[in-house]
């Protein structure tokens, strides 16, 4: 491969590490969101939030990608850039995963915990912030860490849409070179170290944040050893370990 | 915003076709991933390390990439390597291959939570290797492994339109097709997705009935 077409492939790298952070960012607000009003004590509020958590995670992320590409500039007149387009459509995917995320680790929390806000009468919005949630984002950081590599795996789907992340240089490449054993060997090599980097980092800010807690930081990567890891609604918990990680049920 | 039935009535025809070809890629994506993946799951519980090592490379590698990608690498690099498989059929092998990494570690999940007594039971009964994974400890792992599995068929009617990239007509293929054909995207693609959520929602009723049936 010439200097050129290496050139190609780190934009294309940089085009996928962009949209991973911002989708990235779009998909924990959406699932901090919806996930927290997924415990709301309205009905209306608990029903739209599970309605739109449905909605987004029975349909395929390919199909919402081309629905935001063709659908949205038709219908609505709203053309976005293929770059906002594609964080878009990824971040409120991921994001209604993410959200089952939330419910389960807020739904994981001691009782008492809860209960122990009631009776110093902190309001809803104080419990949250002060007992429940310092509580429940360690637990979350597992689960996240396999939505995060999801997350990653799926922005390769907007090169359908010509957007020059890794997965489109590599077909350039390809064209370009009549030869593709080498390109996409190298493309997927890039993607495992991507994913690597991110997983090294999510264990690290586990630990951080047990840390801060007192918890027994060495518990959690044991437990994720017996659990399979996320895919789509395949999220759950396999054998009735559905802690933190319960996104089915 | 317009919508145009017409242009559904138009399409119907092509999404039952579509619909049909995602579901046989459903069936022996699944067949393949489940099949591959309690090969994995056993391999890794060998006490040779040199089998456990590489496949565990391996499978890690495979987990850890696009399925697009693996798609692409296998329809593009197969060739030149002299194998000629159909678009379809390079496909279905890609996407179970990719699933059966994720339902390894389900079996691996199912086959750790089998009672260690049952082991040692086997053995004071003194059951070759084989009788013991094959009356004693496979059929109380897979009954327990059987929701997860179908929460990773789930995940895989939602991969499905992926083959599209690879020119499989399956639903996202044929919508697409009639989008540019007939310059209408709003209603096929709208079509095609409501038809995911009335697969999958079910489907995940299904499996969460399963869940409390087969796992106490």
Sequence with gaps: ?249 | MTWDWGAVADFMPRFWDGLLLTLQILALGSLISFALGLVWALLMRTPTRWVRWPVGVVTEFIRNTPLLVQLFFFFYVLPEWGLTWSALTTGICAIGLHYSTYTMQVYRAGIEAVPAGQWEAATALNLPVRRTWTVVILPQAIRRVVPALGNYVIAMLKDTPILMTITVLEMLGEARLFAQENFQFTEPLTVIGVAFIFIAYPASLLVRALERRLVR
């Design chain 1, 1 to 249: 491969m010439t200097s050129g077409l290496w050139e190609l492939v780190l934009q294309g790298i940089w085009i996928t590490v962009q949209l991973l952070v911002l989708s990235a960012l779009v998909a924990a607000a959406v699932a901090f969101g919806v996930g927290m009003a997924r415990t709301h004590r309205l009905w209306i509020v608990r029903f739209l939030a599970g309605f739109y958590t449905e909605v987004f995670r029975g349909t395929s992320a390919l199909i919402m990608i081309f629905w935001v590409f063709f659908v949205l500039p038709i219908a609505f007149g709203w053309q976005l850039v293929p770059l906002w387009a594609g964080t878009l459509a990824l971040g409120l995917t991921y994001g209604a995963y993410g959200a089952e995320i939330v419910r389960g680790a807020l739904n994981s929390v001691d009782p008492a915990q809860r209960e122990g806000g009631i009776a110093l009468s902190f309001t809803p919005w104080q419990r949250m912030r002060l007992v429940l949630l310092p509580q429940a984002v360690p637990e979350m950081i597992p689960p996240f860490s396999n939505l995060l590599i999801e997350l990653l795996k799926g922005t390769a789907l907007v090169s359908v849409m010509g957007m020059g992340d890794l997965a489109f240089s590599a077909n350039l490449v390809r064209l370009a070179l009549q030869e593709s054993t080498e390109i996409y060997t190298y493309v997927l090599l890039i993607y495992f170290v991507i994913a690597f980097l991110l997983t090294r980092g999510m264990r690290g800010l586990e630990r951080k944040l047990k840390a801060g807690l007192g918890k027994p930081v060495g518990s959690t990567p044991d437990q994720e050893l017996h659990r399979p890891e996320t895919t789509g609604v395949g999220a759950a918990g396999a054998l009735g370990d559905v802690g933190a990680g319960g996104a089915s049920s």
